[in-house]
């Protein structure tokens, strides 16, 4: 799998994994991606402070899952690597980036993940990288 910017998105849809209510404004992305051993899943955009990211995902086992962004030769990890099949958490950042939700499959078989997820606007300072 490769990087998936945020144009090439499925339509929204209902917030199955519950990251929040339809409020004005709102605009939920969903994508789903069956990842291959040893093979990577990344969704792109760009976020400013200004922004908030609301993410939900679920996988059918566990994936490597970080967030980060690429500046002056190097690549940086706001939201740190961690072994996981799911999560609900937001991140906000701290400055302007191109920033990347990846998922890497470390198993043997194929990881069926399913991501939900919104960028909202005027919010409030409150990374959660757990």
């Known amino acids: 799998m490769g990087r998936l910017h945020i144009a090439s998105l499925l339509q929204p849809t209902a917030l199955a994994l519950g990251i929040g209510a339809n409020e004005k404004g709102m605009n939920t992305q969903t994508n789903q991606s069956s990842i291959a051993p040893g093979e990577l899943h990344e969704v792109c955009m760009t976020l400013t402070p200004r922004e908030q990211l609301r993410y939900a995902f679920t996988g059918s ?9 690429h500046a002056d030769n190097n ?3 706001p939201v740190p690597e961690r072994l996981t099949s799911g999560a609900k958490d ?23 993940l399913h991501l939900e997820y919104e ?3 005027g919010a409030e300072q409150s990374n959660k990288a757990n």
Request: hydrophobic share 30%; proline share 8%.
């Open 119 to 121: 960028k909202r606007i």
């Open 90 to 112: 937001s991140f906000t950042p701290a400055s302007r980036q191109d920033y990347c939700l990846m998922w890497t499959n470390p198993g043997s078989d194929p990881v069926e």
């Open 61 to 69: 086992g566990k994936l490597s899952f970080n967030i980060h962004y």
């Open 75 to 77: 690549v940086y990890f």
